[in-house]
């Protein structure tokens, strides 16, 4: 039985553990957490919608479930000429196929002590939560929310669950009373955050600010994060008494001991078919790669898992011989739920245009019923929706 080493636990890899286990491979998963983590539910525990226990699924049972073997252990370096994996606590060699799926690292930022992020470490999303409380247990206060950009590579930036969890908060303080004793701020370095979700959505986003009496700064790029706001290229200042922020993303510091061929952002270039360029038998997947595609692309959960799954199979196809092979890139889309804790926004883009559907009430439990059917599935309990 050819054997499979993954590096990664988030959406990627444990999508690849899952169906190259279906193709009766000998399968091991390495994670520095033991546990799944599901992002996109995260943005309710700020407001105390959901827990740590909500969000995740401990390893042990997915490997049972599934079949594969787990190891608790953090990467340090890959070696990919040596055939060689080097871990915190091991080395590995002993593989037929090796499968980059460790996510992205962070822009860095001056004075990043100074913000949280919802898509930064999972531990970071209940002291966002603490931050909060103490404001209301205040009476009142400055909240900025907000998302960065990487000029070297557009599709590394995650906006998305930085406009939920601000919507979140203010119909959390609405339903508390308290919504006017807050100042609400959404802040970008640029000019339209948001624009490649097309024109409709654009219009639509500046509808809700308005709406929800949220203030936008948008435009100037963030020089330094201070204890009391954030410091922008002309000097400016937006005053904050806690500032959730999410960088953009870039290259693993994984990959700077690595000797895979990257982008200019860091990332692993790959072809379509996830095989990394210049290897046999080495794939990279999810959120570590250089994406390829139109302006508008986008890293996000689904798209890792597509590349997950073509993954599988183009490993099966090889080892039968076979020379059929699946790309990712004409799954490229944009797709998800923008939650607002009292109902949501159906978001889509694709090749031929984007849109952006208010989805009042439903769209909440919409999204609520997504966060269940990913556990549930996840762990076998209920069948897999075709293609989700």
């Known amino acids: 039985m ?13 999508e ?36 740590m226990e909500d969000v995740t699924i401990a390893f042990s049972e997915l490997a049972k479930v599934h079949g594969f073997k787990f ?5 340090q370096a890959i070696k990919a000429k040596e055939h060689k994996v080097i871990t915190k606590k091991n080395e590995f060699s002993d593989f037929d196929f090796l499968v980059v799926a460790i996510g992205a690292g962070k822009v860095q930022h001056k004075g990043s ?37 990487n000029p070297k590579d557009s599709s590394a930036v995650r906006g998305g669950p930085a406009f939920e969890v601000l919507f979140n908060v203010h119909n959390h303080l609405k339903k508390l009373g308290i919504r006017d004793k807050f100042e609400l701020t959404f ?19 500046d509808i809700f600010f308005k ?19 954030i410091i922008f290229e002309d000097d400016s200042k937006l005053e904050s008494d806690f500032t959730m922020f999410i960088p953009a993303g870039a290259g693993h510091k994984v990959f700077e001991n690595s000797d895979l061929p990257l982008s200019e952002a860091g990332f692993i270039k790959v072809n379509e078919y996830n095989e990394v360029e210049g290897f046999e038998n080495i794939y990279a997947i999810g959120d570590s790669v250089a994406l390829e595609g139109p302006n508008w692309r986008a890293k ?89």
């Open 300 to 388: 996000q959960g689904h798209v890792a898992e597509v590349m997950a799954r073509n993954t599988a199979f183009n490993i099966a196809a090889k080892v039968k011989g076979s020379n059929e092979k699946k790309s990712y890139k004409e799954h490229l889309n944009i797709l998800c739920v923008m939650d607002s804790g009292d109902g949501a926004a159906f978001v889509y883009r694709d090749f031929k245009g984007g849109k952006m559907i208010p989805l009042p009430i439903i769209g909440h439990w919409l999204k609520k019923g997504w966060g269940w059917y990913c556990r549930n599935s996840k762990l076998n309990k209920i069948p897999r929706i075709p293609g989700m």
């Open 71 to 75: 190891i608790l252990d953090e990467v």
């Open 211 to 229: 709406k929800l009496n949220i203030n936008k700064h948008f435009g100037k790029k963030i020089k330094e994060f201070v204890s009391d706001g």
């Open 113 to 149: 002590e100074h913000f949280l992020s919802i898509c930064g470490e999972p531990e970071e999303a209940p002291k966002i939560k603490e931050k909060i409380d103490a404001l209301i247990a205040k009476g009142g206060g400055k909240i900025a929310m907000g998302f960065g950009g």
């Open 16 to 51: 690849a553990a899952i169906f190259l286990r279906k193709e009766n491979f000998d399968v091991t998963l390495v994670s520095n957490r033991d546990y799944f983590y599901i992002y996109p539910t995260s943005i309710w525990i700020p407001t105390g919608e959901a827990t």
């Open 187 to 205: 802040f970008a370095p640029m000019e339209k955050p948001g624009a490649r979700l097309g024109e409709q959505a654009l219009k639509m986003m």
């Open 2 to 14: 050819k054997k499979v080493l993954i590096l990664g636990g988030g959406f990627a890899g444990l």
